[in-house]
């Protein structure tokens, strides 16, 4: 039986509104348990308290999260294992603290991570080919499948797409031809970073890859629901071809990790299905906590105009994924 909304928000920890932690506070923790100090740079972000420390010798991600600690663990575990099985991949490096502990619990039962810092620009603000990241993509796809473990309920799952209640008709259209033609059950899975955006790309001066970021959501899903975010993400209804560049990261991405046909006919329908999850969630979110409700929003702001623009041609796009990997 799947699981209702409501379980699967509170397994999300998106049912809690937390008041932020002053930053002497975190400054305080920092010094007694990594041995840290500096000045500390609030950044926003979907659920944790980020900040960046500029310490005297580096600059280091800080994060206090109120997510359970079984689902930190995983998203440490993974980024340990990707420093050993996939090195050339720039993704954060753990910093344990001076007791080798690498999560210490801080006020009201949040957890406080340090990661290094990992410069560069995001994706999303530069004009860039999508199709070397799209390989990037693949790799880091291919590297994450010899991690064992990662079961766990996600509202950000699209297997649960149908625990969405909504009275938009594009939204019921989409979340019914999703039911009607999508089998997760029968669907290749493993563990996925499930949430590739531009946003969670940084680029180098060169253009090169320089970061890899937010494995928040990591999970073992579908592979093909996770190739669908990365292009839901690319989609741009003012762009003069609206699958251009999903389908040049598309193409990037098939020539490291093969997916089966069968599967890559779906990537339209569930890019367009991504967008519209998205966008139900974050209209939620925004009128459950205002505070972030401007980071939410920011993130899901043209989703619908998307939406309904794939949505009137999966078809045709259907027919553009399969001739990319002929």
Known sequence: MKPGFGELVTASGLDAVIEPLDEASVLGALGELHGLSGRLERIASEKDETFVLHAADARYLVKVSGEAREDLALQTAVLRHLERAAPELPVPVVKSGVDGVDLHEVASGRSLRVLSFLPGEPLAERAAAPEPFGRWHGQLTRALAGFRGGNRTLLWDLRYLSALDTANGLAQEVLAEFASRVR??????????????????????????????????????????????????????????????????????LQVRPIVEEELALLPLLAVARLVQRALISSWRARRDPARAEYVRSHASRDWVTARAGYAGLGAAAERVLEVRR
Do not use: C, K
Request: proline content about 6%.
């Open 184 to 253: 997760p059950g029968e669907l290749e899975t493993q563990l996925v970073h499930n949430d590739m955006s531009p946003h969670n790309i940084l680029v180098g001066a060169s253009g090169e890859l320089a970061g890899i970021l937010d494995f928040g959501d990591v999970l073992s899903t579908a592979v093909v629901f996770d190739l669908a975010i990365a292009l839901s993400n690319l989609l741009d209804a003012d762009a003069p071809d609206l699958w251009a560049a999903p389908l040049g990261w598309l193409r990037g991405y």
